[in-house]
């Protein structure tokens, strides 16, 4: 099973469950409640629409526990003494990977947080829960041509171009290395 939480210097990554999505929905009076964070003003950001909160939830309904932590992901900024946590993004995964071992990532973050470089934190987040997995050998992401932020994110985790997608995005793709496991002090079991 994919762990449902991680942390990178700034964010906390939680997997998005059914009772958050749910709530995000239906009841969002509720969601930052819920999630324990402050909201953004734009809430949802960029490609995390309501079409893709619903595909989550239908696949994390369908897949049950073996569908956890490969649907959506909320990113929230840490609460420092100016700010309080927030939500300043979402990100994740299409779905498992396949037989191959490829998988897809998106992610997008609220227009207040973005040029904080949160958006390369995010997709590093997520490439270490798919490395974490070790089932996960490529990653896949796929942008907008005029979108050069995004496409910089990806660069900035390793991703490389790889042409066009019949839809007309641009497709970016990288390797993605097994975690070693570590003791306590962090050296490898092998």
Known sequence: ???????????????????????????????????????????????YDLAAMRYFLEQLTA?????AGWYGWYALLKA????????????????????AGQA???????ADWRGQGLGTELVAGLLHQAAQTGMVQQLAAHTQPDNLPSQQVLVHNGFEPAGLA?????????????????DAEGR???
Request: a negative charge; zero cysteines.
């Open 188 to 190: 490898p079991l092998w």
């Open 1 to 47: 099973m994919i762990p449902l939480i991680t942390y990178t210097p700034r964010l906390t990554l939680i997997a998005a469950s059914r009772a958050l999505l749910t709530a995000e929905l239906h009841k969002p009076h509720y969601f930052p409640i819920l999630l324990g964070a402050a909201m953004p003003a734009d809430w949802p950001p960029g490609e």
């Open 104 to 110: 897809e990532i998106g992610y997008s973050i609220a």
């Open 63 to 67: 897949g049950g526990r073996t569908a």
């Open 80 to 99: 420092t003494d100016t700010t309080p946590t927030t939500l300043v993004g979402a990100g994740g995964f299409l779905g498992p990977p396949n037989a």
């Open 166 to 182: 019949a839809d007309g995005l641009l497709r970016f793709e990288r390797a993605v290395v097994p975690a070693v496991p570590t």
